[in-house]
């Protein structure tokens, strides 16, 4: 089944390390996003990526990079620049509207599991 | 600036009741996107509906309805007689309509709790 795979599920990080989140699709979805979810401030958009070898900057990108080497693909790293790192993330794709002319499944978000990270 | 608010932060209503998320909207853009995932215990958010703003007619789908009131910026969301299974953590969600800009932007959430 097609799908999105985040891993790890849980990552604990000591302060002053970076670490990567894994995001995998295979719906063949040309956008894919970073969203971090907070108790009570719903999700932010960290990064967005719609074509490879591209990406933008979200409302929080401060801390975080991101790579999008292959359609498939768009870990995110947690910089210890990064100073409240603690935080569930979410990752998700859509089609885009270019693709064949059909909007009907553009700007659709399928969201991965997520990756629970807890800063020590 | 885009902007969706959901002021009902946690609800909680006894299995059977009827129960409306509110969400309210602000754009700038005369064609927009709204939506509605659902956030079960689970984690991953599920996908229920999208609406683009020059379709106001209610939608219904089971027991789900979704009521879009331009007059008014809002689309709220409506479970008919409730079932445990809906406990969940709901999100608004707001996107423009440019082409390739798909980004959304959610409200905090309404968190669902549908007691037996």
């Known amino acids: 089944d097609g799908g999105i795979t985040q891993s790890p599920k849980y990552l604990f990080r000591k302060e002053g390390q970076n670490v990567t989140l894994s995001c995998e699709q295979n719906l063949n979805h040309d956008a894919m996003y970073w969203y971090r979810q907070d108790p009570g401030q719903g999700l932010r958009l960290i990064y967005y990526?719609?074509?490879?070898?591209?990406?933008q900057k979200g409302d929080i990108a401060e801390g975080y990079s991101v790579s999008r080497e292959k359609k498939e693909s768009f870990p995110l790293t947690v910089t210890s620049a990064q100073k409240n790192p603690t935080a569930f993330y979410l990752c998700a794709s859509s089609m885009v509207w270019w693709v064949g002319g059909d909007s009907s499944g553009a700007n659709v978000l399928t969201f991965g599991a997520g990756s629970r990270l807890t800063v020590l | 600036a885009q902007k969706v608010t959901q002021a009902q932060t946690e609800i909680s209503v006894v299995e059977k009741e009827d129960v409306t998320l509110d969400c309210v909207y602000e754009t700038r853009d005369t064609t927009y996107y709204l939506f509605w995932y659902k956030q079960p215990p689970s984690g991953e958010l599920v996908f229920l509906i999208r609406?683009?703003?020059?379709?106001?007619q209610n939608e219904i789908s089971g027991r789900y309805s979704w009521n879009f009131q331009k007059s008014t910026s809002s689309f709220n969301f409506t479970i008919t007689a409730s079932q445990v299974v809906d406990s969940a953590v709901y999100f608004c969600a707001l996107s423009e309509s440019n082409f390739g800009n798909e980004k959304l932007t959610f409200g905090t959430g309404t968190r669902l709790t549908i007691i037996p």
């Open positions: 609406r683009n703003s020059f379709d106001e």
């Open positions: 990526s719609q074509i490879v070898n591209d990406f």
